[in-house]
C-alpha cells in the first residue's frame, strides 16, 4: 500500500516541472494514478495520511507566506476592472471627457490583472467535481494531485451530480494533452500542459465496480492506474505496532519539502543503457499483449509509458542535477522490478472485473485457439498456451463449457499408442474467423 502511493507522491513533487524525453517524438508526462485496494479496517487512511502530511504541511506553510502577494493581485485585479466599469459608464454619458481608447486601455489593463490573480497555493484536492479540477487545475500552473482515502473520485466520474460520466478531464491530464473547458456562465480553462497525479485507497468493490463500467474500461480509464491489491491483515495486525522512528519521519519530511522547494526543471532523458533496457522491456511487453495480457492490454498498453515514469522520477529524487545526468540502467532496472510487481498486481485488479467473466473468458481462450491454429489442440496444450491468463486447469472448464455450448469446439478423447486417452479440444471449421 505505500509503496504504490509513495510512488504517487513523487508524482506530485515532479509533475510539473519535468517531462522525459525517450525518442524524438515520445515523451512522457511525470504524472501518475496510484490507487491501493485494500477491505475496510486496513489502516488505509493511516497510511495515505502518513504519506501525504509533509506535503500538507508544506501546503500550508506555503500559503501563509504567499497571503500578501495573494490579497494584492485580486485587490490590484478588483480595482482596475471597477475602474474599467466607470470608464465604460463615462464613456456612455458623454461626461468627462472619456474617449474610447481609454475604455479600451483600462480593458486590456483589467483583463491583464485577471489573469495575473495569484491564487492560495493548492498541491492537493479531494472531493472535487470535474469543472472544479479543471479549474484547480488552471489556477495552479496546470498541476494538482488527487488524494483520497474513499475513492469518491470514481463517483465524480460517472456523473454523481450530472448523471453522465465525463473523463475529459482525467484522460488528458493523464497523458499531458491540452485541455480546454468551455461552459455556460462560466469563464472558459485553456491549460496547455495539464497534470494530474491521484493517491487513493479504496475498497474492492470500488474496483469492482470500476473495472464492470463499459465507458471506463472503453475509454481507458482502468489502464492508467497503478494498483496495489492488499492482503488483509485483520485477525493478524499488531495491537500495538511501533511508532515510525522519528529519524525516518524526519528525513522523509526532508526529502519531500526538498522537492517541493525545487525550481529546477526541464527535460530528463535515458542513457543508451537505460533505452537499451526499455526496448528490451519494451518487447516483452509487447509480446504478452498478443497472448497473456490480452484480456488487460489496455493496461499492458500503458506500461512502458508508467515504467518510463517511474524511473524518471527515481531518477529525480536520487540526482541532484535530474536533466544534466541521464537515466541510468541502474534506475531503469529497479524501475523494470517494481514494473513487474505493479503487473502481477494488475492481474490481480482486472481478475476482479464485474460482469460475466465466463463470457470475457471464453472471447480468450477463443483467440488462444486460432492464434494456435490447427483444427485440433489437446487440452494440456491448451493448458501451456493459457497459463498466464488462467490460474488452474479447473478456472478454464466455464470457458469451454461455453464454447462448447456454442459449438465453436467439442471435446474428445484420443489414445495415442498404449497411453492414457488424452482430451482433444476439436476446432468446428465453420467457427474459425467467426468470432473477433
Known amino acids: 500500500m505505500a509503496g504504490v502511493l509513495s510512488l504517487g507522491v513523487l508524482a506530485m513533487t515532479a509533475q510539473g516541472r519535468y517531462k522525459v524525453q525517450i525518442t524524438g517524438d515520445w515523451s512522457e508526462p511525470l504524472c501518475l494514478y496510484t490507487v491501493a485496494v485494500a477491505p475496510p479496517a486496513e489502516r488505509k487512511s493511516a497510511v495515505i495520511g502518513a504519506l501525504i502530511r509533509p506535503a500538507i504541511e508544506y501546503e500550508a506553510e506555503r500559503r501563509t507566506a504567499e497571503a500578501a502577494d495573494v490579497a494584492a493581485s485580486k485587490a490590484r485585479a478588483s480595482a ?8 465604460e459608464s463615462r464613456f456612455a454619458s458623454g461626461k468627462g471627457g472619456t474617449t474610447l481608447e481609454d475604455v479600451l486601455n483600462s480593458s486590456v489593463e483589467a483583463e491583464q490583472a485577471q489573469s495575473e490573480i495569484k491564487y492560495p497555493y493548492r498541491l492537493i484536492a479531494d472531493d472535487a467535481t470535474q469543472e472544479k479540477l479543471a479549474d484547480l ?12 482515502a474513499e475513492g469518491g473520485v470514481f463517483d465524480m466520474m460517472a456523473g454523481r451530480y450530472d448523471r453522465s460520466a465525463n473523463l475529459d478531464v482525467y484522460l488528458k491530464a493523464h497523458a499531458g494533452d491540452p485541455l480546454t473547458v468551455d461552459r455556460i456562465g462560466r469563464p472558459p480553462n485553456s491549460i496547455p500542459n495539464p497534470r494530474l497525479s491521484m493517491l487513493l485507497t479504496v475498497q474492492p468493490d470500488v474496483i469492482r465496480g470500476l473495472m464492470s463500467n463499459g465507458t471506463f474500461r472503453g475509454r481507458g480509464l482502468c489502464g492508467r492506474y497503478l494498483y496495489s491489491m492488499c492482503r488483509s491483515k485483520v485477525g493478524h495486525r499488531e495491537i500495538t505496532p511501533p511508532p515510525i522512528p522519528d529519524n525516518v519521519k524526519a528525513n522523509y519530511r526532508a526529502a519531500i519539502w526538498r522537492l517541493l522547494g525545487s525550481r529546477d526543471e526541464g527535460v530528463i532523458t535515458l542513457s543508451p543503457d537505460a533505452d537499451a533496457v526499455r526496448q528490451d522491456v519494451q518487447g516483452a511487453i509487447e509480446a504478452k499483449l ?4 490480452e484480456y488487460m492490454a489496455d493496461w499492458g498498453g500503458k506500461l512502458t509509458g508508467a515504467l518510463i515514469r517511474i524511473a524518471a522520477l527515481i531518477h529525480i529524487a536520487e540526482c541532484p542535477t535530474p536533466t544534466q545526468v541521464p537515466i541510468g540502467d541502474d534506475v531503469m532496472a529497479r524501475a523494470t522490478a517494481i514494473a513487474g510487481c505493479l503487473s502481477a498486481h494488475a492481474e490481480a485488479a482486472y481478475g476482479m472485473m464485474g460482469g460475466d467473466q465466463s463470457q470475457a473468458d471464453a472471447k480468450y481462450l477463443w483467440r488462444r485457439i486460432q492464434a494456435h491454429g490447427g483444427q485440433e489442440i489437446s487440452k494440456n496444450d491448451l493448458i501451456q498456451l493459457t497459463k498466464g491468463h488462467f490460474k488452474r486447469a ?8 461455453k464454447l462448447e455450448d456454442m459449438e465453436y469446439i ?12 488424452k482430451e482433444i479440444i476439436e476446432v468446428n471449421p465453420y467457427s474459425v474467423n467467426s468470432v473477433k
Open 290 to 293: 498478443g497472448g497473456d495480457w
Open 80 to 87: 482596475l476592472d471597477k475602474a474599467h466599469q466607470a470608464a
Open 410 to 421: 467439442r471435446r474428445t478423447r484420443k489414445t495415442q499408442g498404449r497411453g492414457r486417452p
Open 137 to 148: 487545475m488552471a489556477q495552479q500552473g496546470g498541476c494538482i494531485t488527487i488524494s483520497s
Open 394 to 401: 479447473e478456472d478454464m472448464e466455464p470457458a469451454i463449457a
